[in-house]
């Protein structure tokens, strides 16, 4: 089955941990993005890569950091310099942005700060 | 800064009845709106409307982009329970960006 997969699916962290969210994809796509949702304000974005080995930053990158060596992986890890990380994560793929700007979303991640 | 509003932020209504979401836009470089669907997890993708396709039809469900206006709505008619879920509308960019609304939530009552 193709798809996106994120892991895990709850995840809690204790105030000065760094944590690294897991997202794989089996689609090929060339071009893979992390949002985080709060209730209320949609999807912001954090960071972006179009490309193995490059990334940018999005809207609210600040305290988060990223790699991209594989083109079917791209972790988030959500360092203790981000203020407020409670909220749910999203991953997405597109196979390319000449091709179309639909994305496809993996099942997200949860993450509370104790 | 690039900016996507939807209205209104949340609406109940009966099965059975229609209902209309909006979504205006302020993109640079646009070149698409999508709208999704989320219901608990992953937002599942709906319609992609550009200049090429500015009238996309699915079922119950129907979206309109005005590029004159720089706004979309998404129609669903003969409202089900199974629609009540988050409505996200995205204005995607020449450089493989989408920037999200705040999201409509649609709760239908049977």
């Known amino acids: 089955d193709g798809g996106i997969t994120q892991s895990p699916k709850y995840l809690f962290r204790k105030e000065g941990q760094n944590v690294t969210l897991s997202c794989e994809q089996n689609l090929n796509h060339d071009a893979m993005y992390w949002y985080r949702q709060d209730p209320g304000q949609g999807l912001r974005l954090i960071y972006y890569s179009q490309i193995v080995n490059d990334f940018q930053k999005g809207d609210i990158a600040e305290g988060y950091s990223v790699s991209r060596e594989k083109k079917e992986s791209f972790p988030l890890t959500v360092t203790s310099a981000q203020k407020n990380p409670t909220a749910f994560y999203l991953c997405a793929s597109n196979p390319g942005t000449g091709i179309t700007d639909t994305q496809y979303f993996g099942p997200g991640t949860r993450l509370t700060v104790l | 800064e690039d900016k996507v509003v939807q209205s209104p932020l949340s609406l109940v209504v009966h099965e059975g009845d229609t209902v209309t979401l909006n979504c205006s836009y302020e993109?640079?470089?646009?070149?698409?709106l999508l709208w999704y669907k989320q219901e608990k997890k992953a937002p599942t993708f709906l319609f992609m409307l550009?200049?090429?396709?500015i009238e996309k039809k699915s079922g119950r469900l129907s979206s309109i982009l005005d590029k004159k206006e720089l706004s979309s709505i998404l129609n669903i008619t003969a409202t089900q329970t199974g629609d009540s879920a988050i409505y996200l509308c995205?204005?995607?960019?020449?450089?493989?960006?989408?920037?999200f609304g705040q999201g409509t939530i649609l709760t239908v009552h049977p």
């Open positions: 550009t200049s090429s396709g």
């Open positions: 995205a204005g995607g960019t020449s450089y493989g960006k989408l920037t």
């Open positions: 993109v640079t470089n646009f070149r698409s």
